[in-house]
């Protein structure tokens, strides 16, 4: 059985389709944040019923449902997740948002919402040859830092927002302290098992291009978020 923050998807391709080859396997960013920005990757596409949720523990949004899964090797543990993707395909483009994870796809394979598919290739075909690359996300305002449900002064769990470029890394710190890096969960969130303390500290988010954005928060919140003061290039 799936964790409860996994969503249950199901690949729509028709079974006579080919698996066709990809490029850019595995070529990881060195700085964690899986594809790096700009670089052409080869694959295919094909589509499911997606709702904007995922395994990125995203909400549902059916307002804005030009959305994909990415392929388990480049999701590169929940670092693609909120990445913008320009996709070419046989018959027009569009730019999606990462908020899931293709279990069964292979490097190079991006899983399209049924209205994202219908902008680049007829549906009936299924399954279809694409290139792609991460590209930077076109967002209004800062960062967000989003606390998950049961986080508090002792279990503090933060996943990262609105944000323009790929996230790789969460740092923290109290008063004069350390910065101390918080590992990253598959389902996208940063987890400190000991907890963030009582009251106000700071975190340092770095994306996967090496900027770094720094703001301070009130206190460790429960199933809320905080709106950070700045933003990456």
Known sequence: MRPSHLSSRVLLVPLAASLLACGGCGKDDPSGGGVP???????????????????????????????????????????ACGQCVDIQGPSGSVRVRIVDRCPECEAGHLDLSREAFAKIAE???????????????????????????????????????????????????????????????????????????????????????GEQVEDTLPRVLDDDSARGTQQFR
């Open 123 to 209: 549906m009936r075909l299924g399954r279809v040859d694409i290139t792609w690359k991460v590209v930077s996300c076109d967002v209004a305002g800062n960062l967000e830092y989003h606390f998950k449900n049961g986080s508090n002064p002792w279990w503090t769990a933060i996943q990262v927002r609105n944000h323009r470029q790929p996230i790789t890394k969460l740092e923290w710190r109290r008063g004069d302290g350390a910065w101390k890096n918080v590992p990253r969960e598959d389902y996208n969130y940063f987890v400190e098992s000991s907890g963030m303390g009582e009251g106000a500290f700071s975190v340092r988010v770095t994306s996967s291009t």
């Open 37 to 79: 920005l700009g670089e052409e990757q080869k694959g295919i596409a094909t589509f499911y019923d997606a709702t904007g949720a995922g395994n990125c523990s995203y909400d549902a949004s059916p307002d804005d449902l030009m959305v994909a899964a990415m392929n388990t090797p480049q999701y590169a543990n929940s670092a």
